[in-house]
């Protein structure tokens, strides 16, 4: 299995990016999946997480109002769009099953002026 996490880039205070997580080597729609976040000197953390069927999403509060987390089952990916950027977003994002497996190489999200 080989999670590959894109969309990441430089972005300004306020702005938006969105990201893809696709994933070879496994079914995805078959599994909820998380986003994760990694920021410089911090522990990873988990940012969001989507149902098999996206009917069932979950934020963790400092994101809450604006990301989102939506499911292309057909192309087998997921996304997380991310908007109103503040500079304490910037990390390196990645993503994952429930019963996680080896980690991708992540996007880096950096939100700078």
């Known amino acids: 299995v080989q999670f590959v996490e894109s969309g990441g880039g430089l972005v300004q205070p306020g702005g938006s990016l969105r990201l893809s997580c696709a994933a070879s080597g496994l079914t995805l729609s078959w599994y909820a999946v998380r986003w994760y976040r990694q920021a410089p000197g911090k522990e990873r953390e988990l940012v969001a997480r989507i149902s098999s069927g996206g009917a069932s999403t979950v934020f963790t509060d400092s994101v809450k109002g604006r990301f989102t987390i939506s499911r292309d089952n057909a192309k087998n990916t997921v996304y997380l769009q991310m908007n109103d950027l503040r500079p304490e977003d910037t990390a390196v994002y990645s993503c994952?099953?429930?019963?996680?497996?080896?980690w991708g190489q992540g996007t880096l999200v950096t939100v700078s002026s």
């Open positions: 994952n099953t429930d019963a996680l497996r080896a």
